[in-house]
């Protein structure tokens, strides 16, 4: 089955770089994400990777992947106070039954900007 | 182009009453889904809805129950309310494939007394 595994906090001066971290056991995932959410918020989709790549860049942003550990990153560059948030790792699994599909989400990381 | 609108944003019910949520898609998206989010969890699927009617489910109850309208509108209804059903349920539209991700709402925050 699917799980996905997230440190749970992040804390960060501004303009330095972050990196969260994930772990998915699903081998069979075709599509992973990340999301953001800020208090009282839905989940923004900030970024997407097919399992076929090993990174993905745009803007500020950087995503790495490691299939053969099952391994995520997204690095976030100059990190802004404004980045403090909780971001979300989802990976998409293969088809269900009546053919959709759904995503398996961490249990997020909590991103601290400090000045 | 228009997000997705979910509405009540606050609902306070009662044990044992029903309640319906209701969701508008994302201009051109044809599919909906549903999410659970538990405070300090991440969303957990609920089902999905593709064409009106439900393509894959969650391990949710039969008291979890969901509609899509032709224009892919979608409400999820919740009958026989517990304490834990308690917390802020996220609908996500999307293509038919959903691979360059899901468009979400800000939720519907639920809390069961």
């Known amino acids: 089955g699917e799980d996905v595994e997230q440190s749970l906090f992040l804390s960060v001066r501004e303009g330095d770089s972050s990196v969260i971290n994930c772990t998915y056991t699903?081998?069979?995932?075709?599509?992973l994400y990340w999301y953001k959410q800020e208090p009282g918020a839905g989940l923004q989709l900030l970024t997407y990777?097919?399992?076929?790549?090993d990174m993905k860049q745009d803007q500020r942003l950087t995503v790495l992947l490691n299939k053969k550990d099952k391994h995520l990153s997204l690095r976030i560059a100059d990190t802004q106070t404004g980045d403090s948030a909780i971001y979300f790792c989802a990976e998409k699994g293969p088809g269900l039954t009546g053919g959709g599909n759904k995503l398996t989400f961490g249990t997020g990381t909590q991103l601290k900007v400090e000045l | 182009e228009t997000g997705v609108t979910q509405s009540p944003t606050h609902l306070i019910k009662t044990r044992g009453q029903q309640v319906t949520l209701r969701c508008s898609s994302q201009s051109g998206h044809n599919t909906v889904s549903w999410y659970q989010q538990a405070l300090g969890q991440g969303p957990q699927f609920i089902f999905q809805?593709?064409?009106?009617?439900?393509?894959g489910r969650g391990n949710f109850p039969p008291r979890f129950s969901g509609l899509q309208f032709p224009n892919y509108s979608s409400e999820l209804n919740v009958n026989a309310l517990e304490l834990d059903d308690s917390a802020l349920y996220l609908c996500a539209s999307s293509f038919r494939t959903g691979w360059d991700g899901y468009t979400f709402g800000s939720g519907t925050r639920l809390t069961v007394v």
């Open positions: 699903d081998s069979s995932s075709t599509y």
């Open positions: 990777i097919f399992s076929n790549m």
């Open positions: 809805y593709y064409r009106e009617e439900e393509n």
